[in-house]
C-alpha cells in the first residue's frame, strides 16, 4: 500500500507490481485515521511494518528528509 497527496506520484507507484496506490490529503492525522481504518478492515495487522517519508515543506519536489519506521502494536 502506497498513499501519497499526489495523483502524479499515485499513478506511477500504481506501475509497481504489488503496489495498491491511494491519494489522500498530506497530514499527520490523516495518516493516523488511514492507520486505524486499515486495521479495522484487516489490511494491517499487529506486527506489520509502516514505513513513511516525509519532507520539512510538504508537496514541494525534493524535499523529504524523515523517513519513520514503525512496528504495529
Known amino acids: ?5 499526489s495523483p502524479r506520484v499515485a ?3 500504481a506501475l509497481t507490481r504489488g503496489v495498491k496506490s491511494f491519494v489522500r ?3 499527520k492525522t490523516q495518516t493516523s485515521k488511514l492507520t ?5 478492515n ?5 506486527g506489520d511494518i509502516i ?3 516525509s519532507g520539512q515543506y ?3 519536489v525534493g524535499t523529504t ?3 519513520k519506521v514503525r512496528v504495529l502494536e
Do not use: E, F, N
Request: without cysteine.
Open 1 to 5: 500500500i502506497a498513499v501519497t497527496s
Open 11 to 13: 499513478q506511477q507507484l
Open 25 to 27: 490529503k498530506d497530514s
Open 36 to 40: 486505524a481504518w486499515l486495521r479495522l
Open 42 to 46: 484487516k489490511v494491517l495487522d499487529k
Open 51 to 53: 514505513v513513511s517519508a
Open 58 to 60: 510538504p508537496g514541494v
Open 65 to 67: 528528509d524523515t523517513i
